[in-house]
């Protein structure tokens, strides 16, 4: 019998969970990867803001080598070194103390936000979490109850009670919602999936100070956003350098570049008293054993990955590449003011490039703007990310070049200006 393709093996073996394009890469290099065939792509999409260091790192490639050699996992029942010097280089990034939990992906990291909140509102009851129009937190019941978007709940109800939406950087509508029950504001300090829409700084400044008057958990998604992307290792400091402080964060993506690993970090301000009137200690204790627990989270080989590539960002000087180049890439496209593009948005190298409803010269005229768009950057060697029905992503690896970058454009506006 014949070799199937890889198509071949996905139709027939694959849920179909996933609108792949039929594009089967083999392997990847740097800031590139090449398919089967041997053709060659730009990968802007990294992905998916997870490849931070871009493909084949060396550093990383000798750092898990070596562990996989040592010990790949045990149990969290017992200690091992890389777990705890991860969790101290996390903690001294954020730099308001606190403890960090690791599990598998972003989806889980927010899972333990929620168990978090609903522990910390349990004496008095509140368990309900502010969250936004066109946010996304994961494909778990919970993670599409919090998210706010209907496409990702269709089929799935009865969902998760507890979640309230709200327009995103409406602080008058945050204020509108909170009732008794509150116990948590969730945001996204740029959204990702909604299309790379940032907070303002307003925005920001009036959630915590609500949540400061009403005794709320002030929690941040930065799965998408995290460790470097927005050019600061916390992206809600982009947006406010000071001032504005959350109780907990959950990270993924590009935390291990591509090995599977999330975190999750809390403060240590005041969980306040129990049911039994006893003070219950600091927010980041309050998860004690046996309310949470993860089988594979941050075993040695995850935790190794994790500390080589946050690592590497900071002695590679990637947060001012991301910052440089960002600022490059975003003020190069305005110039271009190309008749194709609606809007552009971004922070660091998380850019988002709104299209208008426009077809390609090429004939590929059917189908969403976003969609169109993506497969004719892949045929001219670019892959980018799209997000919902007009914009489509830009989210390299950190450690991209100046030419990559000039390259990119080039590509974009070949491809944008036959729009």
């Keep these: 019998m014949p070799t199937p393709s890889t198509s071949d093996l996905y139709r027939e073996y694959?849920?179909?969970?996933?609108?792949r394009f039929d594009l089967a890469l083999e392997r990847g290099e740097g800031s590139r990867v090449w398919d089967e065939a041997g053709k060659g792509y730009l990968d802007f999409g990294a992905g998916i803001a997870v490849c931070?260091?871009?493909?084949?790192h060396p550093k990383l490639t000798k750092a898990i080598s070596e562990?996989?050699?040592?010990?790949?996992?045990?149990?969290?029942?017992?200690?091992?070194?890389?777990q705890g010097e991860l969790a101290k280089l996390i903690v001294d990034l954020v730099g308001l103390g606190g403890k960090a939990f690791f599990c598998n992906s972003g989806a889980e990291a927010n899972e333990g936000l929620y168990k978090l909140a609903r522990k910390f509102g349990s004496p008095t009851g509140r368990f309900e979490i502010i969250t936004f129009t066109n946010s996304f937190h994961g494909r778990t019941l919970g993670g599409i109850s919090a998210t706010g978007q209907e496409k990702v709940k269709t089929g799935f109800a009865p969902l998760v009670e507890g979640f309230v939406h709200v327009p995103f950087n409406d602080l008058a509508a945050v204020r509108a919602a909170i009732t008794p029950k509150t116990v948590a504001i969730l945001l996204e300090p740029v959204q990702g999936e909604g299309g790379i829409n940032p907070a303002t700084p307003a925005f920001l400044r009036g959630v915590r100070e609500?949540?400061?008057q009403n005794d709320l958990l002030l929690l941040m998604d930065e799965?998408?956003?995290?460790?470097?992307?927005?050019?600061?290792?916390?992206?809600?400091?982009?947006?406010?350098p000071s001032g504005v402080e959350p109780d907990a964060v959950s990270w993924a993506k590009g935390i291990a570049n591509g090995f599977p690993l999330g975190a999750l970090w809390a403060g240590s301000r005041s969980s306040g008293a129990g049911a039994d009137g006893n003070d219950r200690g600091p927010l980041c204790d309050l998860l004690g054993p046996g309310t949470h627990g993860t089988t594979y989270g941050g075993n040695p080989l995850a935790a190794t990955a994790g500390l080589s590539v946050l690592r590497a960002i900071g002695e590679e000087g990637l947060l001012e590449n991301a910052r440089i180049l960002g600022n490059h890439l975003l003020e190069s496209l305005e110039a271009m003011q190309l008749p194709a593009i609606r809007s552009l948005r971004g922070v660091g190298l998380m850019i988002g490039i709104e299209l208008n409803d426009l077809g390609l010269k090429s004939g590929a005229r059917e189908g969403l703007p976003s969609i169109v768009a993506t497969k004719a950057l892949m045929a001219a060697g670019l892959l980018v990310i799209p997000s919902g029905e007009r914009t489509i992503r830009l989210l390299p690896p950190l450690n991209i070049t100046r030419a990559e970058a000039d390259e990119a454009l080039g590509i974009l506006k070949g491809v944008l200006t036959a729009a």
């Design 223 to 240: 799965v998408q956003c995290g460790f470097g992307r927005t050019g600061d290792w916390c992206a809600w400091r982009t947006i406010t």
């Design 210 to 212: 609500l949540c400061d």
């Design 67 to 82: 562990q996989a050699a040592k010990l790949v996992h045990t149990s969290n029942l017992y200690l091992t070194r890389p």
């Design 14 to 19: 694959v849920m179909p969970t996933y609108g």
């Design 52 to 56: 931070s260091l871009g493909h084949s």
